[in-house]
């Protein structure tokens, strides 16, 4: 239990309500973010109500999840440098679960970076079953670095081998499948949409 002081130093950084606003910008549901993050929309609720705080562990997930550090939740007026190193046993594996069951698991290659124009992940498919169609603005390259993958964009399936890279509009809804036996491994990388500063 927190005492009074701590709780008071805490809600003057209104965390709950930042995390609140990013996910608003994002388009995206507490269902959602609970499939990036592990945490279940109730308790990311009460979060963003104020209800409870989250630890550093479990804030750090969620701002892997919009590509921001840590800092933009205590230090958002601070400018940061446009550059972050990000090494490889730095970096933090998640899993987008359906029903429970993860379908692909994916790391942020450039979470420190406050306000980017593109966002950058290496995703590890090992389900043959298809992710729910999503959509969002900008723009998307797929590289696939091993194995095999699919793209579903509205009806229209595009099949992409080791070596292969695909650009795209992601405004329509759009779905990834692993082909194959062997778990497709691929570099990601999404533009933000510069009218909707998403």
Known sequence: MLSETLQNGLQAYEIGATIRTLRFDKGMGLEQLGSHTGLSAGMLS???R??????LPTLLRIAMVFGV???????????TPALAIVRKQDRMRFPNTTEGRPQFHFESLDFPITDRLLETFL??????????PH?????????????????????????????????????????????????????IAITQDSTSNE
């Open 46 to 48: 009460r979060i963003e």
């Open 135 to 187: 959509s969002h603005l900008g723009a998307e390259v797929v590289y696939v670095l091993k194995g095999q993958l699919q793209i579903n964009i509205q009806g229209d399936q595009h099949r992409l081998e080791e070596g292969d890279a695909m650009y795209f509009d992601p405004s329509p809804e759009h779905s990834y499948v692993r082909l194959g036996a062997e778990n497709c491994t691929v570099f």
């Open 50 to 55: 104020g209800h409870i705080f989250p630890t």
């Open 69 to 79: 550090g840590l800092d933009y939740f205590f230090a958002a007026n601070t400018e």
């Open 123 to 132: 995703a590890e498919f090992s389900s043959a079953t298809p992710t729910p």
